[in-house]
């Protein structure tokens, strides 16, 4: 065969991704399930050196060897489908990449099984939507180091660039690069969760307009908190409906969608251990603006509270950003904590300074302040909560009486806040020297002699409660 690489799945991510490797001088293969998609995909002007096959057999003899096969099709039974097709028609040394937002389980379960079939099998994180797979999204590649080499300069071709360097770099083993994509899109979930807050903030104790909110979010974009989704906030506020003439963001339903990975990152973290109120804050906030005739009852039958007029000048704009950029820093330290729990756990090479890196251009949470994230584990590969990296630690001190002030403001105004007061709470229960933990382990030693330990001696005890009231 002539061709560099193949491509499954031919729908807006698949041919996008098929035109970009394709415009980066390989010769790409497209193929669908269905020939309807590769025929569109065929008529939407592609690169020269896109060739469309109608059947799969055709398609996959027109691999160069080692084949390479890049799924991009829907997470879960379509995949499994398609390695059931695709598989008996490779050999030894071939390579399959899945570059879906497949759950990282079920990526270690088809690379052990390829595995056997000596197929080398590769679950990779894309992100960027539509566009960064056409321009170049990041890209996080999971599975056999060895086997890379192979495929590396193709991804890395493709990818976003920071400056000179590609936005793709080799994760780990089996699941790592589905599971870094997942985590990146918690931090994702969080990261817009708290500009849909900070938007409630100015809109509901600030009283500002659509407009004005839209400059600040343009004019927040070229300082610390300069990032892609800030960008696009900005956009939308600027968006009017051309049959109403309203803004555009009045008219859509008050009601988030959620493919899944959000919850799925959420899931790990409890199985983990690990703290990510934030994610699961965002979560729930998504799963909670669903509940449409519950809040219409809610809003009839609950009293709102009162709250103060506040004085909204600079000042408070200021301490509204402060506070935003705050508590992203707390989504980030969650986010990344999780990837220090995975590397133990599954063994994986994770490099947390580098996964950093290759988020800083092509993907959905791409920021300038990743940057600062490499620049912390660089200085300390070790660090166990990037909160106390000397930049973010002296950022939070800092910033924390602004955070705390327009929790308050909020909550005292009844305008629902979920994961700012999540960030205030991370950063308060790290900082507190009591928990109330001391009172919990009395309990379960009372109900469960479940024992406890002492501050004074070591050991673990168990103490006969006494009854000193009726129940
Ligand atoms: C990306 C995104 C993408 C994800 C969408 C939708 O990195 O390009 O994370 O992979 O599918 O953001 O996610 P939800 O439907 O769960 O919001």
Known sequence: GM???????????GSNLAFNMADHGFQVAGWNRTPDMTEDAAKRNPPANFH?????????????????????IAAGDPVDWAIGEIAPLLEAGDIILDGGNSFYEDTRRRHDALKEKNICYFGVGVSGGEKGARLGPAIMPGGDRAAYESVRPILEGIAARAGEEP?????GEDGAG???????????????????????????????????IGEIFHAWNSGELRSYLIGITADIFAEVDEETGAALVDIIVDRAGQKGTGRWTSLEA??????????SAACNARVLSNLTEERAHAGAVMTA?????????????EAVRCSLYTAKIVAYA?????????????GWSLDFGKIASIFRAGCIIQAEFLQRITDAYEKEPNLKNLM???FFLSSINGNAPSLRRTVCLAVERGVPIPAFSAAMQYIDAFRSPQLGANLIQAQRDYFGAHTFERVDKEGSFHHVWQEHYEK
């Open 178 to 212: 589905h599971y870094v994509k997942m985590v990146h899109n918690g931090i994702e979930y969080a990261d817009m969760q708290l500009i849909a807050e900070t938007y409630l903030i100015l809109k509901h104790v600030g009283g500002l307009s659509n407009a004005r």
């Open 388 to 390: 106390f990296d000397d």
């Open 334 to 346: 969650q986010g990344f904590s999780l990837y220090r729990a995975a590397k133990e756990e599954f």
């Open 3 to 13: 061709m560099d690489i193949g491509v499954v799945g031919m729908g807006v991510m």
């Open 52 to 72: 469309p096959f109608y059947d799969l057999k055709e398609f996959i003899g027109s691999l160069k060897k080692p084949r390479r096969v890049f799924l991009m």
């Open 270 to 279: 409890l199985a983990r251990g690990v703290d990510l109120s934030m994610i």
């Open 305 to 317: 509270p009162e709250g103060a007029a506040v004085t909204v000048d600079a000042d408070f704009i």
């Open 167 to 171: 936005c793709c770099t080799y994760i």
